[in-house]
């Protein structure tokens, strides 16, 4: 029941900016983590950073320092802030949205969004 629509990738150049949005509609549940996965060309789908409803933050060590993950509660919408782009950070971006429940939780992904770092 929970639709998500990326948008912020593109090209840069490395050294450079770029930021993404995702927002989710639907039927939103009130306990969530919303977050940013990865793909490169060849490579497993790698997560990124994280946050959860309560604005607890949680970054791959390759990003660390470099990415800002935030959220804003009242439009259900992600944000990867990406600065000091290098090339290994190019690949598929996909928002990922999990509600938990008692025993159990469920995923949802956006559609993917091209980020590519290149001179």
């Known amino acids: 029941q929970v639709q998500l629509v990326e948008s912020g990738g593109g090209l840069v150049q490395p050294g450079g900016s770029l930021r993404l949005s995702c927002a989710a509609s639907?039927?939103?549940?009130?306990?969530?983590?919303m977050g940013w996965y990865r793909q490169a060309p060849g490579k497993q789908r790698e997560l990124v950073a994280t946050?959860?409803?309560?604005?607890?933050?949680n970054y791959a060590d390759s990003v660390k320092g470099r990415f800002t993950i935030s959220r804003d509660n009242a439009k259900n919408t992600v944000y990867l802030q990406m600065n000091s782009l290098k090339p290994e950070d190019t690949a598929v971006y996909y928002c990922?949205?999990?509600?938990?429940?008692?025993?159990?939780?469920?995923?949802?992904w956006g559609q993917g969004t091209q980020v590519t770092v290149s001179s």
């Open positions: 990922n949205y999990r509600e938990f429940y008692v025993v159990s939780h469920v995923d949802y």
């Open positions: 639907g039927s939103i549940f009130s306990i969530n983590v």
């Open positions: 946050v959860n409803s309560g604005g607890t933050t």
